[in-house]
């Protein structure tokens, strides 16, 4: 349970705060959907990927998710476009679509 904001005080352990250390009633960046900020967007191309999960770290969205050692298709909720994935991967299994 978060913590509110009127009882917040010294007592009040790490745990209680919510996401991101910030009182209830503000925005976290997992309730922020940042991806509407996108010009260009970025494409999957699951036949071309070799799992080799590159992408994933060079991501400063954390738009990549992985699920059982594999990734998925995009975040596009957080994804703003950036092309460091489409950069970095080896396979051509990301590509970026102007202007979409």
């Known amino acids: ?7 917040l005080s010294e007592s009040v352990r790490w745990q209680e705060l919510t996401t991101g250390c910030t009182v209830v ?4 960046s997992e309730a ?15 036949d071309n990927c070799k799992q080799c999960l590159l992408c994933v ?5 954390s738009s990549i998710p992985v699920k059982d050692e594999r990734r998925l298709d ?3 909720d957080h994804c703003k476009g ?7 991967c080896p396979f051509d299994a990301i590509i970026m679509k102007e202007g979409e």
């Open 1 to 7: 349970m978060a913590a509110d904001i009127s009882k």
């Open 25 to 28: 009633g503000s925005k976290t």
């Open 32 to 46: 922020f959907n940042t991806g509407e900020w996108r010009v260009d967007t970025p494409e999957y191309i699951a």
């Open 57 to 61: 770290p060079v991501c400063p969205d």
């Open 74 to 76: 995009f975040d596009m």
């Open 82 to 88: 950036c092309g460091i994935c489409a950069k970095v």
